[in-house]
């Protein structure tokens, strides 16, 4: 595939040119790089926060998108944009956080989508990024103990959790997986790795493993691998009758247990609003990173049955959305 014909509009975008929009306008027309690296129907609401203040493509900005899913050189790719000399850019995930980085030091770059922003070696802390790259965390250590801490209210007998995971996916696994242990230790659990390939044979094998060792249940790892298998993770779960909480709303409604994720919408109009700093003369030295103020947990009762899992009234009430 050509790396121009990754370049396309999102959320309905157009990408004018900003030589019209000056001539139309009048205006000085700044311009906005994204490297978009999985599809996302919220990605909508960065395009809405920034035209609620003030910016609008081809009028006061235009935007250039390059479209970088798994598998694609993204290497590439991040150098292509960073040659058209964006003010500032939007990076969506890890690997092109890393990519972008490798290809500039000295543009602005918004990041969302990224687990231990500090390990990648992104930023120095949170408050006090450095450089010039600054974003939002889409989970931090606290939220691995709210999962599990969800399976052992929905599954009491719980006495080993299992992290499934590619570390080849996803390089923060130890991270997550460092975070599960010390959660574990306070809610009496044991918590070990679960390493899979990105193949179902052996995803099917990682989890007749976790079924193998009676009280076993199960957090599926946000990763591509276990994204892009989604309805192979869920069948293989209620196969094995394995008590599974996952990170994403999109595995409840493809028969998963139950998530505790965030709210995406959020981390598009933060990045949005950081674009708008930015723009209007904020380093992205002093923008501190952030992470998420605010999460969703989504419930499957007709799985939960199928389990013979009661649900507690706590965890029903608590509950943003509930699948019948």
């Known amino acids: 595939m050509r790396r121009r014909d990754l370049i396309k509009g999102i959320a309905g975008w157009a990408i004018?040119?900003?030589?019209?929009?000056r001539a139309q306008q009048g205006e000085r027309v700044?311009?906005?790089?994204?490297?978009?690296?999985f599809d996302d129907p919220d990605l909508k609401a960065f395009q809405q926060e920034l035209e609620k203040l003030g910016w609008s493509d081809g009028r006061n900005i235009h935007v250039d998108h390059l479209y970088a899913p798994a598998g694609t050189q993204v290497q590439v790719l991040a150098e292509d944009l960073v040659t058209l000399q964006p003010d500032v850019i939007f990076a969506q995930s890890r690997p092109v956080t890393a990519a972008l980085q490798q290809a500039t030091k000295t543009i602005p770059i918004v990041f969302n989508y990224v687990i231990d922003p500090i390990g990648a070696g992104f930023v120095e802390s949170f408050p006090r990024p450095g450089g010039n790259i600054t974003g939002f965390v889409v989970y931090d250590p606290n939220v691995v103990g709210k999962w599990m801490e969800m399976l052992k209210e929905i599954a009491p007998q719980t006495a080993r959790v299992v992290l499934l995971g590619n570390p080849k996916t996803?390089?923060?696994?130890?991270?997550?997986?460092r975070a599960a242990e010390t959660a574990a230790a306070l809610l009496g659990v044991e918590a070990v790795a679960g390493?899979?390939?990105?193949?179902?044979?052996?995803?099917?094998?990682?989890?007749?493993?976790?079924?193998?060792?009676s009280n076993s249940s199960m957090v599926v790892a946000p990763d591509s691998t276990t994204n892009v298998n989604t309805d192979l993770i869920v069948k293989l779960a209620a196969r094995n009758r394995v008590p599974a909480v996952y990170?994403?709303?999109?595995?409840?409604?493809?028969?998963?247990?139950?998530?505790?994720?965030?709210v995406s919408v959020d981390q598009y109009r933060q990045a949005a609003s950081y674009v708008d700093k930015i723009l209007r003369g904020a380093?992205?030295?002093?923008?501190?990173?952030?992470?998420?103020?605010?999460?969703?947990?989504?419930?499957?009762?007709?799985?939960a049955k199928a389990l013979g899992l009661a649900v507690p009234s706590g965890l029903l009430v608590a509950a943003d959305e509930v699948i019948e």
């Open 170 to 177: 996803a390089a923060y696994y130890d991270y997550l997986l």
């Open 30 to 37: 700044r311009r906005i790089g994204m490297l978009i690296g």
């Open 16 to 21: 004018a040119s900003p030589l019209e929009a």
């Open 195 to 213: 390493h899979v390939e990105n193949n179902a044979a052996d995803i099917e094998r990682g989890i007749s493993a976790v079924a193998s060792v």
């Open 247 to 262: 990170t994403n709303k999109f595995f409840v409604a493809a028969g998963g247990l139950m998530s505790y994720g965030i």
């Open 283 to 303: 380093k992205p030295s002093e923008l501190p990173v952030q992470s998420p103020t605010r999460y969703e947990t989504v419930l499957n009762l007709k799985t």
